[in-house]
């Protein structure tokens, strides 16, 4: 696991805020209720930060960003690079 996503998921659990939960790349986020809309547009954020890439939110579906996995898979696809 890389720092940057280390560092995503230590985010996540953050907005999450439920101490029981262990939460992975692979954790479902969005489709098992723990994120909302108003945390992705969080987590958009965060991923632009910690990509370095811009992020067109009209690119981006919630099913994108339902694990951490899928949010770096969807950085990667659909970013662009900062002027």
Known sequence: MTTKVH????YVAG?????KLTIDESTPLVS????DSMALA?????LEDLTGLRIPPGKVQ???????A??????????KPRP
């Open 70 to 79: 899928l949010m770096f898979a969807t950085a990667q696809r659909v970013g």
């Open 42 to 46: 969080d987590l958009l954020g965060k």
């Open 15 to 19: 907005i999450v805020r439920n101490p």
């Open 62 to 68: 919630p099913k994108d960003m339902n694990t951490v």
């Open 32 to 35: 098992s209720g723990l994120i």
């Open 7 to 10: 560092e995503m998921i230590e």
